[in-house]
């Protein structure tokens, strides 16, 4: 019975080891952040009102300037950022935090495409009815859409950085 116990705990540890399910070191911590990049950088287009109204002396501006123009200088960089989250999100080897957040900024990604697929929707709409949309609506629209992607993004990177998963996103 202890020989086989033994096995069992050897076994539960070459488990945990493979899966790499242990409590996340500062690094995994630290990495476990950067995925969330891929959302915030899809999300900007939302926060073209809030962010544009600085007269660029806001550093946090200026560094989110240069990180979009670089993810944009790529081709296809959402693309090819996707495949790179959904396949590392995906290696066992990868701390459990790491790669829980690479799945879910994949998700918050995907989640963005629908507020702009109901934009695109209701302008056709409003232009087939003749009806004019006020611009102060879309811009209200798109604060509110990147005030919720930053609180939800603030919650993520807060929760990560403590060692918790950030699982509390409906």
């Known amino acids: 019975e202890s020989k086989r116990q033994e096995q069992e705990a050897l076994l539960a540890e070459a488990k945990l080891e493979f899966l790499n ?3 996340p070191t500062t690094s995994d911590k630290i990495v476990s952040v950067l995925p969330y990049l891929f959302p ?9 009102f809030l962010l544009g109204a600085e ?3 806001n550093p946090f501006v200026v560094i989110l300037a240069v990180l979009y123009t670089l993810y944009r200088s790529i081709p296809f960089s959402g693309f090819v950022a996707f495949f790179v989250l959904n396949f590392l999100g995906g290696n066992p080897s990868i701390n459990r935090l790491v790669r829980f957040n690479m799945q879910q900024a994949i998700y918050i990604d995907i989640a963005l495409f ?12 409003a232009s087939g009815a003749g009806v004019q ?9 798109s604060d509110f859409m990147f005030g919720t992607l930053l609180i939800t993004l603030l919650y993520c990177t807060g ?3 403590l060692g918790k998963e950030p699982s509390s996103i409906p």
């Open 55 to 57: 007269d660029g002396g």
């Open 40 to 48: 915030l950088m899809d999300g900007l287009q939302y926060g073209r």
């Open 21 to 23: 399910e242990k409590e």
């Open 114 to 125: 629908f507020p702009s697929l109901l934009i695109g929707l209701g302008g056709l709409i």
């Open 159 to 161: 929760s990560s950085l």
């Open 133 to 141: 949309v006020p611009q102060v609506a879309g811009e209200l629209f």
